[in-house]
């Protein structure tokens, strides 16, 4: 009786022993069909990307980091992070605080004029089989090496409102003074701003004075040129000379009772409110003002007239901007390598340019912004590029602190153009004595 029990237990048992492995054994055999992830082997080690961007234009912002996003689609390993700034200024100095902390992003966007104070975290891009296919990028290039791509190149522009222009008899201006006349006329009439300045921002005057030295000096290299002499600033200068002719237009107070006092958002709120009639940006606010108005029906663009004479070119700035460089310290090379060549060869290039409405800068790819051929059309322009200095420059612009914008706020209190030129030469000269 004993041994029947005994065997009837052993035997019970032995049954749900090779019944459990059985299961065991098909569950492991099945596991690898119920995930297609790991399909075809295992998977790879997950990752974050994270990239650093900025943009005036909030919808801008939250349309890209979406489709940036896309790229887990091509390297489903990979998470995008994306963090954003409203300003180019405080990103730039965020970055730097990241940067001395060592903690910058895999990828981080630049202007051209920051290429120089990253360079040494930027890792050279030639390699890479788009840099090849973008028209802008060598001309950026530092030391000999591509550091940055940037993504786009576009006129700077005095937008108007035709209607306002009709309504008071004006012509669109072709030379400085009939520029200051017209926004003149426009006050006179008492009922609109004439120009929409959000000066409280300071960078919205750039068209002003971080250009307009460059446009009268007709050099393109302008910047390196300055950086051998010791009084770039004296009267008779191209500095000198445009800064006058800002110095007459803050002088007419055209620019509302308190332009320091507006930021940007509000001063642009007036011109799309049409409230304003004249502001100047590049063409990377018509997305902006069409996004806020929801149609171009009243708006027109000129080129910044800064010239003197009919008989003189007619120059407007053309930017290169929205440069892309990876940082050479990040754990997460070869996904960044990857995450570029989707950025510039894939829809997401196309996406980009159109949603800025800005010119392309990858041969093969052209933009859809009907408003800037009709800009061509209307306005007879020679092409000015903007080049961002050297070396040498950007080393005196960093050790005095040089901010154009700021210089742009200073005259618009009534800082007088003589005391900055002569604080400016003497910061210089001491900066070069230095070097």
């Known amino acids: 009786m004993k041994k029947r029990l005994v065997t009837s237990v052993l035997s019970v048992a032995l049954t749900f022993g090779v019944a459990g492995c059985s299961a065991n054994m098909e569950i492991t055999d099945r596991s690898p069909v119920a995930d297609p992830a790991t399909a075809s082997g295992p998977k790879e080690n997950a990752v974050t990307l994270k990239l650093a961007m900025w943009d005036s234009d909030s919808e801008f912002l939250d349309s890209w980091t979406k489709k940036v996003k896309e790229f887990s689609n091509v390297m489903p390993n990979v998470k995008m992070e994306v963090e954003t700034f409203k300003g180019d200024g405080d990103y730039l100095q965020a970055m730097k605080v990241r940067l001395a902390a060592n903690e910058l992003p895999d990828i981080i966007e630049l202007k051209p004029n920051f290429i120089n104070d990253f360079k ?23 030391d000999g090496k591509v550091l940055a791509l940037p993504v786009i190149s576009f006129p700077e522009l005095v937008y108007y409102h035709p209607s306002v222009f009709k309504e008071l008899g004006l012509s669109v201006p072709t030379t400085w003074e009939q520029f200051v006349s017209v926004l003149t006329e426009i006050k006179k009439s008492g009922k609109y701003q004439p120009y929409a300045m959000g000066g409280k921002d300071s960078w919205p005057n750039y068209p002003f004075n971080e250009f307009m030295p460059l446009l009268a000096s007709g050099d393109e290299n302008y910047y390196d040129k300055i950086a051998g002499m010791d009084k770039p600033f004296d009267k008779g200068t191209p500095f000198y000379k445009s800064y006058s002719d800002i110095q007459t237009l803050y002088e007419a107070k055209v620019m509302g009772a308190d332009p320091l006092g507006l930021s940007n ?11 304003a009639a004249v502001i100047a940006a590049g063409l990377w606010y018509l997305p902006q003002y069409k996004s ?45 390598k990857k995450f570029q060549e989707w950025m510039f060869s894939s829809d997401a ?3 980009y340019i159109n949603k800025k409405q800005a010119n392309s800068v990858m041969e093969g790819v052209k933009a859809d912004v009907p408003f800037l051929n009709d800009f061509y059309k209307a306005n007879k322009v020679e092409e000015f590029n903007y080049r961002p200095g050297g070396v040498n420059f950007n080393k005196y612009v960093n050790s005095i602190q040089l901010d154009w914008k700021k210089l742009g706020q200073e005259m618009m209190g009534g800082t007088p153009i003589d005391k900055i030129a002569n604080d400016l030469n003497d910061k210089w000269t001491k900066a070069r004595a230095n070097k």
């Open 349 to 351: 290039y196309s996406f």
């Open 120 to 142: 040494a975290e930027l890792l050279p891009l030639d390699d890479l089989g788009v840099t090849a296919k973008n028209t802008k990028a060598k001309q950026f290039a530092v």
């Open 292 to 336: 806020k108005v929801g149609n171009i029906d009243d708006l027109a663009a000129f080129p910044l007239p800064t010239r003197h004479s009919e008989t003189e070119p007619l120059k407007v700035m053309t930017f290169t901007d929205n440069f892309f460089g990876i940082n050479n310290k990040s754990k997460n090379i070869d996904a960044a």
């Open 265 to 275: 958002d509000q001063a642009t709120g007036l011109f799309e409110a049409k409230k």
